[in-house]
């Protein structure tokens, strides 16, 4: 435990986190029931903190298991076991209390301040697909390949798929993962509880703004995409892309620490290089 406390207590520990002190602090509270173990008589149980730190860590940096296994002074196979145990809580846990729909004070807030952005009026939310890299599975690999990935990379990609809501200040609202990667943005939102949710009635007289790859529907603002805009075309784009921008950051942020991280780990026989986020996020 001094080691992790060491980690822990280190000066720049926003940067190696990427997240304060006060916001580690809280998880390990919200969690300290879940994922605390007891002592037994031939040894004694990895504190809550320590659990969580290897965890946050290994998503955070995307250090090799066998690196931070020396750092805090643990098996491979226990760092392993923890980022798992710990996702896992994570998602059961802090994803349902904290990722949730906007109730109605809040939807007024963040409609006011998408208005205020954009100059669109009843915006509740900014949408964006993009891709987390995975290792070939075993079974039905055709749908998990990325074209576009592997035209870019010249090398075959294996994605699945994250659709993401946010608000202004970039706080998730909702929350698909895990669809093949070979699914257009359309597909993946018609497989989502959004769209579900959006069927049944309950996001009437409101908008989500997304990209070119969404359908217009009437409850999602998309951009013009045909040639020869007008000048009315042109500035409505432009107030599409001004709401639309958070999403795509969060998201692009995402997915390049995923690649990070994938891209660290190859060969390292821990799982897809995804498997530890879409575990944290799956929904």
């Known amino acids: 435990m001094i080691v992790t406390d060491r980690i822990i207590q280190r000066k720049n520990f926003k940067k190696a986190f990427r997240m304060s002190k006060s916001t580690f602090d809280m998880i390990c509270e919200e969690l300290n029931s879940v994922i605390a173990k007891e002592d037994t008589t031939l040894r004694n149980a990895i504190p809550v903190r320590q659990r969580v730190a290897v965890c946050i860590w290994r998503l955070a ?3 090799p298991l066998r690196l931070v296994s020396k750092r ?12 798992l145990e710990v996702c ?13 729909w906007p109730d109605e004070d809040n ?14 009026p009843n915006v509740v939310g900014s949408m964006y697909t993009t891709h987390i890299p995975i290792i070939a599975p075993k079974i039905s690999v055709a749908a998990y390949f990325n074209k576009r990935h592997t035209e870019r990379n010249q090398k075959t990609s294996y994605s699945i798929t994250v659709q ?14 895990g669809w093949p990667g070979s699914m257009l943005d359309d597909q993946v939102l018609e497989k989502s509880a959004l769209y579900q949710r959006a069927s049944g009635g309950l996001l009437k007289d409101v908008w989500i703004v997304g990209t070119s790859g969404y359908p217009l529907m009437d409850w999602v603002l998309v951009p013009y995409t045909q040639q020869n805009l007008t000048w009315t075309q042109h500035a409505f784009n432009e ?41 944290l996020c799956a929904a």
């Open 61 to 63: 940096t995307g250090e």
């Open 107 to 120: 939807s007024r807030l963040i409609k006011n301040e998408f208005e205020s952005m954009s100059g669109i």
């Open 164 to 177: 993401g809501v946010v608000d202004p200040r970039g706080v998730f609202s909702d929350v698909c993962i």
């Open 72 to 83: 805090f002074g643990l098996g491979i196979s226990t760092c392993h076991k923890l980022v």
């Open 88 to 100: 896992s809580a994570i998602r059961n846990v802090l994803m349902p209390k904290y990722l949730q």
């Open 239 to 279: 107030k599409i892309g001004r709401g639309s921008g958070g999403g795509e950051g969060c998201l692009c942020e995402a997915e390049r620490a995923v690649e990070l991280l994938a891209e660290k780990n190859r060969g390292e026989a821990s799982g897809p290089a995804g498997g530890s986020w879409s575990m």
